[in-house]
């Protein structure tokens, strides 16, 4: 059975960081394009970050450039996500899945105030 | 960026009708495979989003044939033929044909 476990979230002042795991189990993670999707609250979804089977590629959108960083241990069928200089605006719930959709973790809840 | 713009935004529905939504997407979603990454989700309320539909038409495992995805090029739809309880929730079309990927405002279908 695929898995996708979150774990990192919570509630972190406006402009620090804070660091979002995501551990696979049940298939090949190596063979996959890995993905971070966010929702605000009452909101729609969003795609934030996106990575390479290898991890040497990856993709954002402008909302997020220059602050998140997506990576991957795929020795620990890891997927990470590093958030940096965040804002009130990054308040959502963050789910990890797999590129095409088929998969999505249970999601993790960060809350960017002071 | 790829817009995708989803309507209607909400729908109301007794048990057993039939509804469709649309999606239609600013660009061409054809990769340059030839395939369309377009794919329909569904998110229950207080769950994770699951996908319903991939790549315009194909329905994921487990997923009844009351449901069927058609379209091409930049206009898509989704039709629910027959709707139960449990498909009520929010539905969202995605791509992933380029990056940044994008979905839709998402659709809300709920009891009449």
């Known amino acids: 059975e695929v898995q996708l476990v979150e774990s990192g979230g919570g509630l972190v002042q406006p402009g620090r960081s804070l660091k979002l795991s995501c551990a696979a189990s049940?298939?090949?993670?190596?063979?996959?394009?890995m993905a971070w999707v966010r929702q605000a609250p009452k909101k729609g979804l969003e795609w934030v970050a996106t990575i390479s089977t290898s991890g040497s590629r990856t993709y954002y959108p402008d909302s997020v450039k220059g602050r998140f960083t997506i990576s991957r241990d795929n020795a620990k069928s890891s997927l990470y996500l590093q958030m940096n200089s965040l804002k009130s605006e990054d308040t959502a719930t963050y789910y990890c899945a797999r590129r095409g959709g088929d998969a999505w973790g249970q999601g993790a809840s960060v809350t960017v105030s002071s | 960026d790829v817009v995708m713009t989803q309507t209607p935004p909400s729908l109301s529905v007794a048990i057993g009708q039939s509804v469709s939504i649309s999606c239609k997407s600013s660009?061409?979603?054809?990769?340059?495979?030839?395939?369309?990454?377009l794919h329909w989700l569904l998110q229950s309320s207080g769950r994770s989003p699951k996908r319903l539909i991939y790549?315009?038409?194909n329905l994921d495992s487990g997923v009844p044939d009351r449901f069927s995805g058609t379209g091409s090029q930049k206009d898509f739809t989704l039709k629910i033929s027959r709707v139960e309880a449990k498909d009520l929730g929010v539905y969202y079309c995605?791509?992933?044909?380029?990056?940044?990927?994008?979905f839709g405002a998402g659709t809300k279908l709920e009891l009449k």
């Open positions: 660009q061409s979603l054809v990769y340059s495979d030839g395939k369309t990454y």
């Open positions: 049940g298939f090949t993670f190596s063979n996959y394009y």
């Open positions: 790549q315009v038409s």
């Open positions: 995605a791509q992933t044909t380029h990056f940044p990927y994008t």
